[in-house]
């Protein structure tokens, strides 16, 4: 069954810095991946997935991502954080040949000023 | 009202209460799902419906009983939880059942059992 990892918890960055969430997905079929956001008592909200065209996925909010088949990784950037995007990111992946999408832990981003 | 909503969004409840959390999707989506959040901890799917057919059911205990009477609203309904049930309740949508759908959430209904 897929599954998905994402390291670190709790990235804290500075406002104007990189934003840098790593996600690395475990699937024996290719997978569809996806970048959700959950902002404070919200639910969540998709930011972007990837379904097998272009590699380089680009979402909502400046945000984009990567699928690297080789390091099977999908890691989420932004070149520079805003003080908005403080919340908390879900990497999530589904198989082609079944229905069941897996949720990471999630990482909680801090933005300092 | 627009996307998905939820109700109540908190509910504290002792442990021989009975309530039910309710979903309301406004997308025209055909497939709807039951989450649970707890910290530190992935997403657990516990219910899925698709056409108004329950078409997973993860492992669940008996304590928590879906319904979903037409394809715009889902129900969880509660009785005899355990304190470990306090969590994040997530309601999601999504146009059809499938793993290439986008899921639509509503903001929860956070559950305290005390």
Excluded at chain 1, 49 to 62: C, D, M
Excluded at chain 1, 71 to 96: G, Q
Excluded at chain 2, 49 to 59: C, P
Aim: charged share 15%; net charge neutral.
């Amino acid at each position: 069954a897929q599954s998905v990892t994402q390291l670190g918890s709790h990235v804290s960055v500075s406002e104007g810095a990189l934003v840098l969430l790593r996600c690395n997905y475990s699937s024996s079929v290719p997978p569809y991946l996806f970048w959700y956001v959950q902002y404070p008592n919200q639910g969540l909200q998709l930011l972007l997935k990837y379904t097998s065209a272009a590699t380089l996925v680009k979402g909502i909010n400046g945000f984009e991502a990567e699928f690297k088949k080789s390091e099977t990784s999908f890691h989420l950037t932004k070149p520079s954080a805003h003080m908005s995007d403080a919340a908390e990111y879900f990497c999530a992946v589904s198989e082609r040949n079944n229905n069941d999408m897996r949720f990471g832990a999630g990482t909680r981003l801090t933005v300092k000023p | 009202e627009t996307g998905v909503t939820q109700t109540p969004r908190h509910l504290v409840m002792g442990m021989t209460n009975k309530k039910s959390l309710k979903c309301e999707q406004h997308l025209g989506h055909n497939a709807m799902y039951w989450y649970k959040q707890s910290a530190k901890k992935p997403l657990e799917l516990m219910f899925v419906y698709s056409l108004e057919e329950r078409v997973e059911n993860n492992s669940v205990p008996s304590r928590f009983s879906p319904e979903c009477p037409n394809s715009s609203h889902l129900f969880l309904h509660l009785h005899t939880l355990q304190p470990e049930d306090s969590a994040l309740y997530l309601c999601a949508s999504s146009q059809l059942y499938g793993p290439y759908n986008e899921q639509f959430f509503g903001p929860g209904t956070r559950l305290t059992v005390l």
